[in-house]
């Protein structure tokens, strides 16, 4: 069984409603799911969604999932590996990429500035 996305043509994405903090992020941490649909219970689907981070945000713990991430730094700033007072790490900059296969250990995330992420999530097809 496959979950496909649906056909969408270009259109204009409202950027000041539906976001929501997604199960295990802090407040100033909001999704907004822009395709698909990521069913992690059965393992299945693909989604697509941006992520954004308020200023001065941070996690506090690495994250670790079942499913391929790829992820596109669209605006502002990302810092990776801080520790849990959301010191140091790795800052980059727009126009920056990561692809992790599942099971792969990411983060803890912050942001100085506020940042909009693009990322895509599917698991692998049997």
Not at 40 to 64: D, I, S
Not at 84 to 98: I, K, R
Not at 110 to 126: A, F, N, T, V
Request: with cysteine; net charge negative.
């Amino acid at each position: 069984m496959t979950i496909d996305k649906e056909h969408k043509e270009f259109h204009a994405i409202d950027m000041s409603s539906g976001w929501q903090t997604p199960d295990g992020y802090p407040a100033g941490i909001e999704q907004k799911i822009i395709a698909g649909f990521l069913d992690e219970t059965n393992k299945l689907g693909n989604r697509t969604r941006l992520l954004r981070f308020a200023p001065g945000v941070y996690t506090q713990e690495p994250f670790v999932h079942d499913y391929w991430e790829e992820v596109y730094l669209v605006s502002g700033d990302l810092t990776v590996g801080n520790n849990a007072n959301g010191e140091g790490g790795t800052s980059f900059s727009p126009n920056t990429y990561a692809c992790r296969p599942p099971g792969v250990s990411h983060g803890p995330f912050k942001s100085e500035q506020g940042c909009i992420l693009l990322e895509m999530h599917y698991y692998d097809q049997e």
